[in-house]
């Protein structure tokens, strides 16, 4: 069956610009999670979604960063006034949505500010 | 609060040899476990998962892991090393009180020498 997918695989954008990544979990996934991959790190939480509802969005950076879920589906994470350090692999993953679940990933969507 | 550290940035083993990566964890409750390995250019893919039944793990690709409660780690091993095991490997913890989000360590880069 289809994976998580993730659009587009490359962004590049200036800086000040805004940009949406969308996320197409698999299909009867309640949960969605995005998280951040910065080079050479590991990857960091920023937002749980559990059906249309954000349960947990504690690791978003700022208020730039924002993200829907309007039909408990797909997914498209928002950000605002690009800067420089913004530059990641954006991660999304979702899961049955029961405790200890395994997430699958997504490709990621390379976001490269410049 | 929950956290994971992972000793070695990077591992070089010589193709037959033991692997072995280390990951020890803060939680302050029942922790659930997770190695992801990352091929290059590829997405997450889970290696083993830990949820509280038998504390040694067998996953994918002949890797296992070992849950010790007292020494608070899940240590990583597969007794020979393939070529094709070289890739980057993610210790990640969630639990129930921190909802399903998963928190990741830095990260292991394995290099596999023939």
């Known amino acids: 069956g289809a994976g998580v997918s993730q659009t587009p695989s490359n962004k590049v954008t200036e800086k000040g610009k805004y940009v949406e990544l969308r996320c197409d979990p698999i299909?009867?996934?309640?949960?969605l999670y995005w998280y951040r991959q910065s080079l050479g790190q590991g990857p960091e939480f920023l937002i749980y979604f559990q059906g249309t509802g954000a349960a947990d969005d504690s690791g978003l950076p700022n208020d730039r960063f924002f993200a829907v879920r309007p039909e408990g589906s797909v997914s498209t994470l928002k950000i605002q006034r690009t800067e420089r350090g913004d530059s990641a692999v954006y991660l999304c993953?979702?899961?049955?949505?029961?405790?200890?679940?395994?997430?699958?990933f997504g490709p990621g969507t390379r976001l490269t500010v410049l | 609060a929950q956290s994971v550290t992972q000793l070695g940035s990077h591992v070089s083993v010589s193709e037959g040899a033991l692997v072995l990566l280390r990951c020890n964890y803060s939680?302050?409750?029942?922790?659930?476990l997770f190695w992801y390995v990352q091929y290059p250019n590829q997405g997450l893919q889970l290696l083993l998962k830990y949820t509280s039944a038998a504390t040694l793990v067998k996953g994918i690709n002949g890797f296992e892991a070992e849950f010790k409660k007292s020494e608070t780690s899940f240590h990583l091993t597969k007794p020979s090393a393939h070529m094709s095991d070289a890739a980057e490997y993610f210790c990640?913890?969630?639990?129930?009180?921190?909802?399903?989000?998963?928190?990741f360590g830095g990260g292991t880069r394995v290099l596999v020498k023939p």
């Open positions: 990640a913890v969630s639990s129930p009180a921190a909802g399903n989000k998963l928190t």
């Open positions: 993953a979702s899961s049955p949505g029961t405790q200890g679940d395994e997430q699958f």
């Open positions: 939680s302050s409750v029942p922790p659930y």
């Open positions: 299909s009867g996934h309640t949960a």
